[in-house]
């Protein structure tokens, strides 16, 4: 069977009348509120990730400088010994 | 201004809600808000929380639509995102339950309040019902969808959909009967 129609109505009815008289509005208002929360988070998550890139370059470039001194390094003491080598021969 | 309005066509007012137009958006919650209201009532059986669902179906309306791909299909959308809410809810009450056992589960009888038999026995018997046949149950009381569309909606084959809308009309048939 399908249930009577004004059985639904009424209940319709019943529901309709515990909404408050604002409520369109007042939903507008939470969507634009979790609407500016939303992107705020996306805001914070895109600095960070931002952040995040610049300090592994920063570091990437500390590290890779760091290497080449101590490589300039070895290599001039090696060229060294290689002299030293050369002028007891 | 009468729901056959010009302003009130649906589809063309979700075309504008998309486009960002508040006015649009608006009147789309004024549209539907009623039947909405109905159906989560039906599902959840209590007024108690009735509005701050009502008010999260719509919110989730007004942050998805602009993903919504055809405002043609906007009114069966609505009512899955309501059907989804009522879902969530009857989860977490029924773990409220496990946990509080003892609070009051039923709403203050207001004995001010006319009799309304037929229409409050039909409310509880709903509420007999198990959750996925009461959806379909209010959802059929709500508009005359098809077999596909309510298939649509509840997330299950157009068969569950006809057993379960057969099992859920003998239901109330013979309860109603008593």
């Known amino acids: 069977m399908n249930a009577d129609p004004r059985l ?13 008289p604002d409520f369109a509005q007042r939903v507008i208002r939470e969507g634009e509120r979790i609407r500016r929360q ?51 021969l | 201004m009468t729901k056959t309005d010009a302003r009130y066509d649906p589809p063309a007012l979700v075309v504008r809600a998309q486009g960002g137009s508040r006015e649009a958006m608006e009147d789309l919650i004024v549209l539907y808000q009623e039947r909405v209201a109905g159906f989560v009532y039906s599902m959840i059986g209590s007024g108690e929380h009735l509005a701050d669902l009502c008010q999260d179906t719509f919110v989730r309306m007004i942050t ?11 009114e069966m959308w609505l009512f899955k995102i309501a059907r989804n809410v009522c879902a969530d809810h009857l989860r977490r009450e029924r ?33 007999d019902l198990p959750p996925r046949q009461r959806e379909l149950i209010a959802l059929t009381g709500e508009r005359d969808w098809s077999y596909q569309e309510l298939a649509g909606i509840t997330g299950c084959t157009v068969s569950s959909v006809k057993s379960r809308l057969f099992r859920a009309r003998e239901f109330l048939r013979r309860r109603m009967n008593e």
């Open chain 2, 64 to 74: 998805g639509l602009p993903r919504l791909k055809s405002p043609e299909s906007f």
């Open chain 1, 8 to 20: 639904f109505q009424s209940l319709r009815q019943q529901a309709a009348v515990r909404l408050p």
């Open chain 2, 95 to 127: 773990v409220r339950r496990i946990l509080v056992p003892l609070r009051q589960e039923h709403e203050p009888v207001d004995p001010r309040a006319p009799s309304q038999g037929r229409v409050a026995r039909f409310k509880k018997l709903l509420q």
């Open chain 1, 38 to 88: 939303r992107s705020g988070r996306i805001r914070v998550i895109a600095v960070t990730g931002v952040l995040c890139a610049a300090l592994a370059v920063a570091i990437h470039i500390v590290n890779r400088r760091t290497a080449e001194r101590d490589n300039l390094e070895k290599w001039s003491s090696v060229a060294q010994q290689a002299q030293v080598l050369e002028a007891s």
